[in-house]
């Protein structure tokens, strides 16, 4: 095999209760590329469109992450990639993720395998580093796990899969404005209180119990974030109203996705994923933003050759 | 049925990074209690032994969870109680928890259960508020629904049973020395870092998944407490020694049982339990503080007839 073609999701991360720990992986949107094993040594983004951003490898996040798995490999040859953007950069929706872990899935392939997905993790987290400063994994890890994944611990790195009910949708509003990651991140406090604490472990632990009993209920009575959203929110417009009218529709929970500016819902089966879809941008219409919708099953195997 | 005898479980709370959330029965250690329905209104404490406990109803927690109950029912006769403390006071295993649900449980099966687990739940808290100040469920919540329990919410209060793999087991080793609630309770900080929270909370997500997938391993990583151990175990002479002994000989995990003095071990088996009893014993033996150790099986179910 010299060359392959692949699907690289978009992925929620800071899933409510879950920030810093919980993503999931999504279905009906993400990345594609394509990699190619080349004789010349290195990595060469030889094709990039749907967004405008650096071709030269060490200066793009699929770049990045590759370099750092040929690092560690005793591969002598080298990678062109072709990248074909649907996810917008700084939509909250993990694009950098996508590039960063398709670009290793697929080498990794191409080689014949010598690394495992927790490796790989490892690799696509530098391509993160590149694109925020922090080289988080809440993004990358369901994107190369699929479903849903907490990742534990960073030091050692401990990725774990958890499953989720069959019904289970995720429907996705990006309104079309700019959060700058760095206000999104200076607005957080760097202390809490210990009984938000407590509120948020416990809802984490009604997530991952519902997500396991199939308990759809229950994860939507989790998906509470009494730390991040409250002040997170603030920043985006219309954020409680299409949080409510979501509720309203009928969705599980509600919350923002990674740092935003996109607004995340779960729902129990697709019908009502649209109808909360419809909800949410009737708000962005009123207020006048454009906006994209998604509306995705969870994607439980992650990144896929097409 | 006027008549009944009931094993009342020891309750580990405070599981780690389950801090005020979550805890597990036990089965080998427990109090025992007769309850007896009587035509004459109102609770009497008729026999109290092993323990030097108040014998008025309303100084008593099993005749104050009684009065909880009683008044929220319609049944005008009266119930009669003989509790045989096996639980030490204070040990920082659920002793105020047995009592409180023990009397509960059994004048709801008299009464041909009017009411669910979880109204129990709320009659038996009342007799935690008298114990200790603070309604808090996380060790009447095992008692009363047995394994390990998630106190996901107070308001609402929504309990959450997780299962656990068949062969753990627990050793809790009660130093005899006294920890005052009041202290154990001051020592804490109101506020916690954002970083200190997220690995408290990645860490319960860890536990659960563990329990759900028989993962021992990931059950004993996640065993860790950043928040509140570190600053508890300081009134806890010996812990430090404690701990990494009971890992040397093979415990998963250790940490403090409710606000102490005891501390917990859970095991994969009972051979390594037993022999993670010895190894913290011989602490405790070396410092000269007396102490009793307790092997048990996750107790599944609960409180139960004997």
Not at 25 to 54: F, H, N, W
Not at 263 to 276: L, P, S
Request: charged fraction near 20%.
């Amino acid at each position: 095999m010299r060359e392959i073609r692949v699907f690289c999701p978009a992925t929620i991360a800071n899933i409510s209760c879950g920030f810093d720990v919980l993503g999931v992986a999504l279905d009906s949107v993400g990345d594609e590329m394509v990699v190619r094993k080349v004789s010349k040594k290195g990595i060469r983004i030889t094709k990039l469109t749907g967004q405008d951003l650096p071709l030269e490898a060490k200066k793009n996040v699929a770049g990045v992450a590759g370099l750092a798995l040929l690092e560690a490999s005793d591969y002598d040859g080298g990678f062109e990639i072709e990248i074909y953007k649907k996810i917008k950069a700084g939509s909250g929706i993990g694009s950098s993720a996508a590039s960063s872990t398709g670009a290793v899935w697929a080498m990794n392939e191409l080689l014949g395998r010598p690394f495992s997905k927790i490796e790989l993790v490892r690799f696509a987290m530098e391509g993160e580093r590149l694109a925020s400063g922090v080289a988080h994994a809440d993004n990358v890890a369901p994107a190369l796990f699929g479903g849903f994944t907490l990742v534990r611990s960073y030091n050692p790195l401990d990725v774990i899969s958890i499953p989720s009910p069959d019904q289970l949708y995720a429907t996705v509003i990006h309104p079309q404005i700019e959060v700058k990651t760095s206000d999104s991140r200076s607005v957080l406090r760097t202390k809490i209180t210990l009984a938000q604490g407590i509120k948020q472990w416990g809802n984490v632990g009604g997530l991952i119990a519902g997500l396991f009993t199939n308990d759809y209920d229950l994860v939507g009575r989790s998906l509470e974030d009494h730390i991040v959203e409250p002040i997170r929110s603030i920043l985006i417009p219309g954020f409680d109203n299409v949080k409510s009218e979501a509720l309203n529709a009928g969705a599980l929970g509600c919350g923002i996705s990674g740092s935003g500016p996109s607004i995340f819902a779960f729902c129990k089966g697709e019908a009502i994923a649209n109808k909360v879809g419809e909800s949410m941008k009737e708000v962005y219409q009123d207020i006048g933003i454009d906006y994209d919708v998604h509306v995705s099953k969870i994607n439980t195997k992650g990144i896929r050759v097409i």
